[in-house]
């Protein structure tokens, strides 16, 4: 007992003589609590402090057999990885509300553009706060280094060994008391990276996305029989009775046009500023057509690509990269190849280089016969990211008409891009001015409101892109290209503007100059829930010679468009995990996020958080809830096993 006493005694004089391991785990700790702090907001995660505990000590412990020169050169990258990983994410969850993966690397060389125009935009004072800790680093070793207190004795190492590893032991044993079971199924799935990096802190869910990233090289090794057999059993045991409904076949052997309207948000149709309609044409197709207004998207840090995706296959995006740049090789089902197997001729066109999102290659594998990218436009019109939707619709009729003069059906898809954030030209494309004058006592005053903000630059924006689809629609109809065609039209994803410019979009008050109070009748609530519903993009099927005048608010996902779509076409895929949402009984479909979260007519279910938001006002069980939060793990692990394991060209081949 007394020799044990004696080591402990000892070995706090070690620590006290560890000065630099302590800066290092210290300076750590610090810029992984602010990161926490300053994304997610939950800084005070003890489970994170602990794991995060849990790795610093293993790599201290290891710093032991090194040379005291080589130990500071240890610790320095080790500050600089971690310093790194904090800046990038914090970055990164400006953007995406999430934390980086090691997958998008490859991701990254298909989307530079887009990337730095991000960083342009969203790169903010706060996301360098993590270089002071880095800086307090160097500084005090500097300052330590005259001292001479860097090495550690031959005798020391002993202690330092017992140390070191009495303690990993203890926070290592707190960290597994404290994460539960879903925090370790969340571990390894990395669907919810938010809930794993609050739960395991920013390095550990670091270091495994990279071990995740990197799975998909041994994946076929490792967990292919396991996928294959999960997917053959939720295939084999879902109910795949095809209800017919009154839209069955409705618009069969008709040519298709599908529009997707980039960053295009439902809060847009039918909104007035100043009086001023901003999607006069789109609400006009919506009061036409079907309109469907409570449609999300089901993107990852895919993006357009995610949409075109899950739009076109029915399958939810890939949660490891993203399906266009590491899975554009695998075997899929989608709705241009069932069109083309019913002898449609398929095109896609898009006024960007044509392997931005790999799109050269992975069109092909989707089924589109030919893809028109930048080259075959003349750039004679440039706004943010490239080519004018303006020109690229205009350069396009003519080519849709001489492709309907051989083909017939045909299935086209038009990818817009003026739309795109941070929306830099808006002022040279619109008139639209969004200020407010009014009379304050007798004084005539003008208030900004909304004009030279983020919302101003994006409602002009998409004002734009609402009047070119106003132009390309009457061309088309000049063509004559609109008697036997449907339009279809979806906003890709929303467009990600900060919560501040919804509140003050809605509840400015010019007189005051200030947001009205919240006890305000005419308030509308702009809390993280609303913003959430209000994510809400487009879907809209219209045609000219048949007007349906109906809007449908089932909630409705990207992937239930084939299912919905297909049935009025007569294709359907028998891998589509969606819904046809005409055939849905009481409204009651489930809208299934990337991360787990999903909504139905009844709740919006946050799963970072684990909280229900009601949306209507029906008591909500705990099986209601469990039932859906399984269904929304289920589709996300076939769609994630279908991509990774490339399993469908095996069931193709069964
Ligand atoms: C780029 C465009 C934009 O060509 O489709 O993609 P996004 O950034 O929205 O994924
Ligand atoms: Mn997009």
Redesign the pocket.
């Known amino acids: 007992m007394k020799k044990v006493l004696d080591v402990f005694k000892n070995s706090f004089k070690v620590i006290r003589k560890s000065k630099l391991i302590i800066l290092f785990i210290i300076t750590s700790l610090v810029n992984s609590f602010m990161l926490r702090g300053l994304t997610s907001g939950n800084i005070f995660s003890i489970k994170a402090f602990f794991v995060d505990l849990v790795l610093l000590f293993l790599l201290s412990y290891i710093s032991v057999f090194l040379k005291p020169k080589q130990r500071f050169t240890y610790f320095l990258i080790w500050e600089i990885i971690f310093t790194l990983t904090c800046v990038i994410n914090s970055i990164y969850y400006t953007y995406y509300s999430s934390y980086v993966s090691i997958s998008l690397l490859a991701t990254s060389v298909f989307?530079k553009?887009?990337g730095d125009a991000?960083v342009e935009n969203v790169f903010q004072i706060k996301d360098l706060l993590y270089l002071i800790p880095f800086a307090m680093f160097i500084i005090i070793y500097i300052r330590m280094r005259k001292s001479n207190v860097v090495s550690i004795s031959k005798e020391d190492k002993k202690e330092y060994t017992f140390v070191t590893l009495f303690l990993e032991i203890i926070v290592v044993v707190s960290a597994l008391l404290m994460l539960n079971k879903t925090d370790w199924s969340r571990f390894v799935k990395l669907w919810n990276r938010v809930a794993v990096a609050d739960s395991y802190g920013i390095y550990t869910y670091q270091l495994n996305d990279i071990v995740v990233s990197l799975k998909p090289g041994f994946n076929n090794i490792f967990g292919h029989d396991k996928a294959l057999r999960e997917v053959r059993e939720y295939y084999e045991n879902r109910d795949d009775t095809i209800s017919k409904n009154r839209y069955t076949n409705i618009f069969e052997g008709m040519n298709v046009i599908a529009i997707?309207a980039?960053?295009l948000q439902t809060f847009t149709l039918g909104l007035k500023v100043n009086d001023i309609e901003i999607t006069p044409t789109l609400n006009k197709l919506s009061r036409e057509g079907l309109f469907f207004n409570n449609f999300y998207a089901q993107?990852g840090v895919?993006?357009?690509?995610?949409?075109e995706f899950t739009y076109s296959t029915s399958l939810m995006p890939s949660n490891n990269g993203t399906v266009f740049v590491n899975y554009y090789n695998n075997e899929y089902s989608s709705i241009q190849k069932l069109l083309v197997d019913k002898g449609y001729y398929t095109f896609s066109m898009?006024?960007?280089?044509g392997d931005?999102?790999n799109?050269q290659t992975m069109h092909k594998n989707l089924g589109y016969k030919k893809f028109y990218s930048k080259s075959s436009y003349e750039i004679d019109e440039t706004f943010g990211?490239?080519l004018s939707d303006k020109s690229f619709l205009r350069q396009s009729v003519p080519k849709i008409k001489e492709i309907s003069e051989e083909y017939n059906p045909f299935y086209g898809l038009l990818?817009?891009?003026t739309n795109?954030?941070p929306w830099p030209d808006s002022d040279k494309y619109s008139s639209l001015n969004f200020t407010k004058t009014v009379n304050v006592d007798g004084e005539e005053v003008t208030r900004n409101y909304i004009e030279g903000t983020t919302m101003g630059y994006y409602l002009k924006a998409v004002n734009y892109m609402d009047s070119a689809f106003g132009e390309f629609i009457s061309a088309l109809d000049n063509e004559g290209l609109l008697d036997n065609t449907v339009i279809v039209i979806y906003g890709?994803?929303d467009a990600r503007i900060a919560k501040k410019y919804y509140d003050i979009l809605y509840n400015y008050d010019p007189y005051t100059d200030s947001i009205i109070p919240m006890e305000d009748e005419k308030y509308i609530q702009v809390d993280s829930y609303q913003y959430e519903l209000n994510r809400k993009v487009p879907f809209i099927i219209w045609t000219k010679n048949r007007k349906f005048n109906q809007t449908i608010n089932t909630p409705m996902g990207m992937i239930d468009v084939l299912p919905t779509l297909g049935n009025m076409l007569n294709v359907r895929s028998k891998y589509q995990l969606g819904t046809d949402v005409m055939s849905v009984k009481n409204n009651d479909n489930t809208v299934v996020f990337k991360d787990g979260s999903y909504i139905t007519n009844k709740i919006y279910y946050n799963s970072k958080t684990g909280e229900i938001y009601p949306i209507s006002n029906d008591v909500i069980s705990e099986d209601y809830i469990s039932k859906h939060s399984d269904y929304a793990s289920q589709i996300i692990d076939v769609s994630n096993n279908i991509i990774t394991y490339n399993l469908l060209k095996e069931m193709e081949t069964e």
């Not at 895919?302 to 949409?307: I, V």
Request: aromatic fraction near 6%; glycine fraction near 10%.
């Open positions: 989307v553009d887009v991000v997707h980039e960053s993107v895919g993006t357009s690509s995610d949409s898009h006024g960007n280089v931005f999102w799109r990211l490239g990818i817009t891009l795109h954030t890709d994803h």
